[in-house]
Nanobody, 122 residues
Framework: QVELVESGGGSVQTGGSLRLSCAAS????????MGWFRQAPGKQREFVAA????????SYATSVKGRLTISRDNAKNTVTLQMNSLKPEDTAVYYC???????????????WGQGTQVTASS
């Protein structure tokens, strides 16, 4: 079966950095768009970033553009989210996701990881 496993979450001070990774198995990774969403306590899940199956195109939420970078390695079946200049408002559970449509809509994604907590505090 398909499995997406996130790692790399943790706690940092405002302005710090974290690197999230997602290891995928059970699917033809190079055919899938990969994305990251996040959900803060009491809020809806929101789009963070996505990357096309080839890695040629990316998309970012306005709130993270210039600070977060999504990348992928199709040889290793992994997608990474480099997070720099973290702010308290970035605090959330971050989810890795896979789908066949390049979209900011969570409904377009078929598979989800369990999530990893990111906390940025001042």
């Amino acid at each position: 079966q398909v499995e997406l496993v996130e790692s790399g979450g943790g706690s940092v001070q405002t302005g710090g950095s974290l690197r999230l990774s997602c290891a995928a198995s059970g699917l033809t990774f190079s055919r899938y768009v990969m994305g990251w969403f996040r959900q803060a306590p009491g809020k809806q899940r929101e789009f963070v970033a996505a990357i096309t199956s080839s890695g040629y195109s990316t998309s970012y939420a306005t709130s993270v553009k210039g600070r977060l970078t999504i990348s992928r390695d199709n040889a290793k079946n992994t997608v990474t989210l480099q997070m720099n200049s973290l702010k308290p408002e970035d605090t959330a559970v971050y989810y890795c996701t896979a789908g066949l449509q390049f979209s900011r809509n969570s409904l377009q994604y078929n598979y989800w990881g369990q999530g990893t907590q990111v906390t940025a505090s001042s």
